[in-house]
């Protein structure tokens, strides 16, 4: 890219985006999915790994924002190249330890680029020849939710877009106690995005019985705020948005596409 490189963007509290492609804003490579930084004080996740092509810029984004303090685990929504080909980069970068659900977790670990899908869609021009993510040892996701300092990251399995996908949820410790249902945020990875849309593969992994289940799961949890792998991020009344993608599942039909 020419110019300087773009600030990272403060989204909540406790959430700011410190990676982001051209399906999002631009932060840092073109091919990045977004990449959110969870800051609980005393301990910080990344959420999402972006393609690899600038873990650097992207380790630089998260130091600014924590100074002295570590990332202590990097949270993969799932094993496609954009979200998680910078993983081992950034495990080294910031000495984090990769996490995810399996399957994800050993395709990953591998670097396997026939089960990630990497193969077919470099060949098909997605990515660059470049583009090659290493094997990094991955802990499987196991438990309904993790720790980070003063917040609780609950754990969704959510297949359907790709197998071993995870939906993160967080509920803001900083919320105001009498707020209404504004206090839980939900990464969505590559399930769901603002106004429902969905992203659904020509891919093996692919499954549009398990998308439906999982968009009604994430529905039911009602979120506030949407943080989504790719596009605009929603900060209020996210459940609207869910709700709609609910609403073409409920007449037989798959929610619109990300992409036109
Ligand atoms: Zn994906």
């Not at 924590?66 to 910078?86: F, K, M, N, P, Y």
Request: proline share 8%.
């Amino acid at each position: 890219m020419t110019g300087p490189w773009p600030d990272p963007v403060r989204l909540t509290p406790r959430v700011t985006l410190v990676g982001s492609g051209t399906l999002g804003f631009g932060l840092t490579d073109p091919h990045d999915s977004h990449v959110y930084l969870v800051d609980g004080g005393t301990d910080a996740v990344l959420v999402d790994a972006g393609c690899g092509l600038a873990a650097d810029r992207i380790a630089a984004n998260v130091r600014s924002c924590l100074g002295a303090r570590q990332v202590s685990r990097i949270l993969l929504t799932h094993a496609h190249a954009d979200h998680a080909g910078g993983a081992a980069d950034l495990a080294r970068l910031l000495g984090a330890t990769v996490m995810a659900l399996p399957p994800a977790a050993a395709i990953v670990a591998a670097g396997d680029e026939d089960a990630s899908g990497l193969r077919i869609a470099r060949r098909a021009g997605v990515y660059p020849p470049e583009l090659r993510p290493a094997p990094v040892p991955v802990c499987p996701l196991e438990a309904d939710e993790l720790a980070v300092g003063a917040l609780t990251l609950g754990i969704h399995p959510t297949p359907g877009h790709a197998a071993g996908h995870c939906c993160f949820s967080l509920a803001d410790a900083d919320a105001d106690a009498d707020a209404d249902a504004g206090s839980r945020a939900l990464f969505s990875g590559d399930l769901v995005f603002a106004r429902g849309r969905v992203a659904v593969l020509a891919t093996p992994d692919t499954d549009l019985r398990a998308l439906g289940q999982s968009l009604r799961t994430v529905a039911a949890l009602r979120p506030d705020v949407l943080l989504p792998g790719h596009g605009a991020p929603v900060l209020r009344e996210a459940h609207t948005h869910l709700r709609t993608a609910v609403e073409h599942l409920d007449r037989g039909a798959l929610p619109p596409g990300l992409l036109p």
